[in-house]
């Protein structure tokens, strides 16, 4: 893959507008076009650097140069989440090749005609199926439902009751697992093997959600342009992603990667319990590495983060790729996310904030500082700009939100 394949995924998001524009109404301001905003983030980087009281406005010379901002995909319309990037899409372009298939359009025809009665009728005969812990469920079980396709989630027993829920009322079936993420994409899988009419996503080895993912590459080198930030080799841009088995984060790396060059660098955020993607690299890359192996349980509140091991079609992309992989206990996920709204007024899921930690520790670590000295950018930092990356939160209901805000309240004071 190079980068024509992420162009060409985003020229493929434009054509589907006006299709996701009819089926969601959510979608009529922008067009059809599911993007998330860009904030700068000031009064957040204060608390979490601790150069200054919350509403300072120095900046001391110390940890806290350079700027800060939030890709907010935990905004994300449709699918509430960073998954609606690849879910989304990968529904999209497999409805278009059914369709194709079965002799009701032609690939060059409109992608609006995908939701003519005669085709629904047709994906009506069809299941779309994928295992998940949340997240993605919603994208594909959300998209697959509004085409008219039979959808179904594999849903590992760590996945949160609210997702099932909201999934179920848009009249997708649940089928629940006892074990984790591996166990719900393995039995998934299989079955859609045996059944007549089922498509798959496939997780830990699709090609079409990684270069969905890639497409928001584009997008924000745009918005980066439109809030005046240079990237280039006086202004490099740090980039911190939560991570699961890697196909989102991964996804948008290629993308940054090949559109930004040598002037990015990207750094994945894992659970403690769930470090999928650094096992994997850590062995070379060449092949996934269970957390079992190394005795770690995989058990994290980040749901969306819960994996065992890595993709076996992302972690080799990512062994060039990829700048460095950390990873963060649950009690900063929940106190980040209070820091979060206390700072900036944004709502996230604990998940989300797992990136969050990644400048202090870039800039306050050996491993950091020996990050920058190699790659000779530690006198770049006062030009330099630090995105953190949120993938969930705007579906959570109130109440659950709250719980999260409180137990992080609770771990921030006893600090």
């Given at each position: 893959m190079q980068l024509e394949d992420v162009m060409e995924a985003e020229r493929q998001w434009?054509?589907?507008?006006g299709l996701l524009a009819a089926l969601f109404p959510e979608l009529a301001a922008s067009r059809g076009i599911i993007e998330s905003p860009l904030f700068p983030a000031d009064r957040l980087q204060r608390d979490l650097m601790g150069n200054t009281p919350m509403g300072g406005t120095e900046h001391s010379a110390g940890l806290g140069r350079g700027r800060w901002f939030i890709k907010g995909d935990h905004a994300l319309p449709v699918a509430g989440s960073i998954k609606a990037r690849g879910g989304i899409y990968e529904v999209l372009?497999?409805?278009?090749?059914?369709?194709?298939?079965e002799g009701l359009m032609r690939s060059e025809d409109d992608p609006s005609n995908l939701g003519s009665p005669a085709v629904r009728a047709m994906f009506s005969r069809h299941e779309v199926a994928v295992g998940s812990t949340g997240n993605l469920g919603l994208s594909i079980g959300v998209m697959a439902a509004a085409l008219g396709f039979r959808a179904t989630v594999h849903m590992s027993s760590d996945a949160k009751e609210w997702k099932k829920e909201r999934l179920r009322k848009r009249g997708v079936q649940i089928i629940e697992h006892a074990g984790d993420f591996g166990v719900a994409v393995a039995a998934g899988r299989e079955q859609a093997r045996k059944s007549a009419g089922s498509y798959f996503v496939d997780d830990e080895n699709s090609p079409r959600l990684y270069l969905g993912y890639s497409a928001a590459a584009v997008r924000l080198k745009r918005q980066l342009?439109?809030?005046d930030v240079a990237v280039d080799a006086e202004h490099p841009l740090f980039v911190?992603?939560?991570?699961g088995v890697g196909g989102a984060p991964?996804?948008?790396?290629f993308g940054l990667r090949h559109l930004l060059g040598d002037h990015v660098h990207c750094f994945f955020a894992e659970p403690v319990a769930s470090p999928a993607v650094l096992l994997g690299l850590a062995?070379?890359?060449h092949r996934p590495v269970s957390v079992r192996e190394v005795g770690l349980d995989n058990r994290t509140e980040a749901d969306g983060l819960a994996v065992g091991q890595?993709?076996?079609?992302v972690l080799p992309l990512m062994r060039t790729l990829v700048s460095g992989v950390f990873t963060v206990p649950d009690a900063d996920l929940f106190e980040n996310l209070y820091r979060l709204e206390r700072a900036e007024g944004l709502h996230i899921?604990?998940?989300a904030a797992a990136g969050f930690p990644g400048p202090r520790w870039l800039l306050d670590s050996s491993a950091g500082e020996r990050y920058l000295r190699e790659h000779g950018l530690l006198d770049r930092m006062d030009t330099a700009t630090h995105l953190l990356w949120t993938t969930g939160g705007a579906f959570v209901p109130e109440e659950e939100y709250w719980k999260f805000h409180e137990r992080g309240r609770k771990g921030h004071e006893r600090r």
């Amino acid at each position: 893959m190079q980068l024509e394949d992420v162009m060409e995924a985003e020229r493929q998001w434009h054509r589907f507008a006006g299709l996701l524009a009819a089926l969601f109404p959510e979608l009529a301001a922008s067009r059809g076009i599911i993007e998330s905003p860009l904030f700068p983030a000031d009064r957040l980087q204060r608390d979490l650097m601790g150069n200054t009281p919350m509403g300072g406005t120095e900046h001391s010379a110390g940890l806290g140069r350079g700027r800060w901002f939030i890709k907010g995909d935990h905004a994300l319309p449709v699918a509430g989440s960073i998954k609606a990037r690849g879910g989304i899409y990968e529904v999209l372009l497999h409805a278009r090749a059914l369709a194709v298939r079965e002799g009701l359009m032609r690939s060059e025809d409109d992608p609006s005609n995908l939701g003519s009665p005669a085709v629904r009728a047709m994906f009506s005969r069809h299941e779309v199926a994928v295992g998940s812990t949340g997240n993605l469920g919603l994208s594909i079980g959300v998209m697959a439902a509004a085409l008219g396709f039979r959808a179904t989630v594999h849903m590992s027993s760590d996945a949160k009751e609210w997702k099932k829920e909201r999934l179920r009322k848009r009249g997708v079936q649940i089928i629940e697992h006892a074990g984790d993420f591996g166990v719900a994409v393995a039995a998934g899988r299989e079955q859609a093997r045996k059944s007549a009419g089922s498509y798959f996503v496939d997780d830990e080895n699709s090609p079409r959600l990684y270069l969905g993912y890639s497409a928001a590459a584009v997008r924000l080198k745009r918005q980066l342009a439109a809030a005046d930030v240079a990237v280039d080799a006086e202004h490099p841009l740090f980039v911190y992603l939560p991570c699961g088995v890697g196909g989102a984060p991964g996804g948008i790396t290629f993308g940054l990667r090949h559109l930004l060059g040598d002037h990015v660098h990207c750094f994945f955020a894992e659970p403690v319990a769930s470090p999928a993607v650094l096992l994997g690299l850590a062995a070379g890359g060449h092949r996934p590495v269970s957390v079992r192996e190394v005795g770690l349980d995989n058990r994290t509140e980040a749901d969306g983060l819960a994996v065992g091991q890595a993709s076996e079609f992302v972690l080799p992309l990512m062994r060039t790729l990829v700048s460095g992989v950390f990873t963060v206990p649950d009690a900063d996920l929940f106190e980040n996310l209070y820091r979060l709204e206390r700072a900036e007024g944004l709502h996230i899921e604990p998940s989300a904030a797992a990136g969050f930690p990644g400048p202090r520790w870039l800039l306050d670590s050996s491993a950091g500082e020996r990050y920058l000295r190699e790659h000779g950018l530690l006198d770049r930092m006062d030009t330099a700009t630090h995105l953190l990356w949120t993938t969930g939160g705007a579906f959570v209901p109130e109440e659950e939100y709250w719980k999260f805000h409180e137990r992080g309240r609770k771990g921030h004071e006893r600090r």
